[in-house]
């Protein structure tokens, strides 16, 4: 029993040093940084495309049942044209709210350019598109942000009702 008390003191001293220490990985780092989502539903290159729908999303005013995949461009700017790319948003988004336009949100932020190039942010949550500010919870992330979590505001800065093109004002909080 004797023998136990000093080897168990060799087992946890290590752990409470590196605990003391911040971890022994540099400690967590906190990035605030705002970018454009522009969601491209119109014209000859679009880049959101609606892959699936329910029989009653033919009917529903809000889209219900609906399953679009997106591969949409990043910006550092809010003029699709003109402002520097940072990157594209992939994956999908779902008509899940049944009375209101509300889309359920899965998508990797994939960074292609500046210091984040290589990274990605994993955002996941609920969209309801026409409230001012919609919040996101980041769930993970690679490359600067592995193991990311925080959340994400979405303010819609364009929106042409014709076309359903749309530009996303996004600020992202993350803890890495």
């Known amino acids: 029993m004797a023998a136990a008390v000093p080897l168990l003191q060799l087992l946890i001293l ?3 040093v590196a605990s ?3 971890g022994g990985g540099g400690g967590e780092k906190s990035t605030h940084m705002k970018l454009y989502w522009h969601d491209v539903v119109s014209g000859p290159s679009p880049t959101a495309v609606q892959v699936a729908r329910a029989a009653v999303t ?5 889209a219900f049942g609906a399953v ?3 591969d949409d461009p990043l910006t550092e700017g809010p ?3 003109s ?3 940072l990157g594209r948003a992939q994956g999908t988004y779902i008509g899940a709210g049944k009375d209101e336009l509300s889309l359920m949100m899965s998508m990797n932020f994939v960074f292609q350019a500046g210091k984040y190039n290589g990274s990605t942010v994993a955002i996941m949550g609920r969209n309801a598109v026409f409230d ?3 919040e996101m919870a980041v769930v993970g992330g690679t490359g600067a942000f592995r193991m990311a979590r925080g959340y994400a505001q979405a303010r819609t800065h364009a929106l042409d009702l014709n076309t359903g093109d749309a530009t996303v004002e996004y600020n992202l909080y993350i803890k890495h």
């Open 132 to 134: 001012a500010v919609r």
């Open 58 to 62: 033919n009917t529903s005013k809000t």
């Open 83 to 85: 402002s520097k790319p």
């Open 68 to 70: 679009v995949v997106i």
């Open 20 to 22: 003391a220490a911040g």
């Open 79 to 81: 003029d699709l044209k």
């Open 14 to 16: 290590p752990l409470l």
